[in-house]
């Protein structure tokens, strides 16, 4: 289903339980970590054709970054929990989300790197 968020909006909290999965049509989405001391640390930003909340298919199933639109942004909603279920009864469907699931996590690694890389030169 289509769901839209305004600018300041949180779409996903970081240690929420993760059922939900968005592919982002149009706006931009923080992608973010909580750190110790240094509270919300961007990550990376998303835009449209980019999709957001992987970890409902991963144990134990908690949300590993927090994300809030940046703009107006509308996307699309999927329920984790059934997605989980069809790639289940659908190993070819699994093996190509897995696929993605991996380029998309490598990015994100990437980015968290890059960010902290940043930071530690910063200070």
Not at 6 to 12: A, P
Not at 29 to 37: D, K
Not at 38 to 58: E, N, Y
Request: charged share 25%.
């Amino acid at each position: 289903m289509e769901m839209q968020f305004e600018t300041g909006q949180s779409i996903l909290q970081e240690g929420s339980p993760a059922n939900r999965f968005y592919l982002i049509l149009e706006g931009k989405v923080a992608l973010e970590s909580e750190l110790e001391r240094r509270g919300q640390i961007p990550v990376k930003t998303l835009g449209p054709g980019d999709d957001l909340g992987w970890s409902w298919l991963f144990p134990p199933y908690s949300l590993h970054f927090s994300a809030r639109a940046l703009e107006p942004t509308r996307t699309i909603f999927f329920y984790g929990t059934r997605l989980r279920e069809q790639c289940e009864a659908d190993h070819e469907l699994g093996y190509q989300l897995m696929k993605r699931i991996a380029e998309v996590l490598i990015q994100h690694l990437q980015a968290m790197q890059q960010r902290l890389n940043k930071q530690a030169s910063n200070s």
